[in-house]
């Protein structure tokens, strides 16, 4: 039996002006699997993101979601069909509250019953959110604040959530927080592809991994393969 792959990209290439940033990557990721994409600074891992999530134009190659090619396709209409993206850097909207952003992320959804349950879910997972419902998001730390932009992707009902560098600029503590509740957020069903320069956290929770170097995939296995591969340790574990 063949895996049920929801996203498929070949052959990508994206290019800033004249920089070619992504240089014909090919990876795959299945239902229900948590796929960590790994690799130093400028890499090209947050611009294959945001060419899979059609925020970056395609140079070459294809990127296929549930079977269909979606190249070209804006991001409003992919988070309509469940690809959704938590960005670098998080983006949320800071003169709202905690309870208005998480509304926000249900914009695309007039189930109002399945949105207050989903808020509910959303503060299961994050007590401290809905300790501080009411706290505008820009007083937020930079923890809560990638909790609250979890949070409000998980409100659009994603069937693949793409995390770019969820744990940068955390401290420990939240870092752990972070990667249990990725981790979890996967137990629960929400397929993922995470990026992260965390190379030893990312890929502990991962049931497969991808190295990128230089806008190339270089090694592929699982989470637990990569870890142990003394090439991987070298390049990205520090040893
Ligand atoms: P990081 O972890 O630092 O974000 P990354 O692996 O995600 O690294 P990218 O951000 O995708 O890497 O960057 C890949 C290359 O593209 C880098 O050389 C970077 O300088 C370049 N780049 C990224 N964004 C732009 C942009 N908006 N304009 C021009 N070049 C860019």
Redesign the pocket.
């Known amino acids: 039996m063949t895996a049920n792959i929801l996203l498929k990209v070949s052959g990508l290439k994206v290019a800033?002006?004249g920089?070619q940033?992504?240089k014909g990557v090919d990876f795959e990721v299945a239902q229900g699997e948590l796929v960590s994409l790994i690799?130093?600074?400028?890499?090209?891992?947050?611009?294959?993101l945001k060419a899979v999530t059609g925020l970056q134009p395609v140079a070459a190659g294809d990127i296929e979601y549930m079977g269909k090619s979606i190249k070209g396709q804006g991001a409003w209409d992919l988070v309509k069909q469940g690809l959704v993206m938590v960005p670098?850097g998080r983006g949320t909207f800071t003169r709202m509250t905690i309870t208005e952003n998480l509304q926000m992320g249900a914009y695309i959804r007039s189930d109002k019953k399945g949105i207050e349950d989903d808020i509910d879910k959303v503060f299961a997972i994050f007590p401290r959110l809905k300790e501080r419902r009411l706290q505008l998001a820009g007083t937020m730390s930079g923890g809560e604040q990638q909790m609250l932009a979890m949070g409000r992707a998980l409100m659009t009902q994603p069937k693949v959530l793409l995390l770019d560098?969820p744990s940068m600029g955390l401290s420990p503590i939240m870092v752990d927080k972070i990667f249990e509740v990725v981790n979890d957020i996967h137990k629960q069903g929400v397929t993922i592809l995470l990026?992260e320069?965390n190379a030893s956290r990312a890929l502990q929770i991962a049931n497969r991994g991808y190295v990128?170097e230089s806008?190339l995939v270089t090694m592929t296995g699982e989470g637990k393969t990569l870890l142990d591969d003394p090439k991987v340790r070298a390049a990205y574990l520090g040893e």
């Open positions: 800033y002006g920089i940033a992504v690799g130093a600074n400028g890499a090209g891992k947050s611009t294959t670098e560098e990026v320069q990128m806008g």
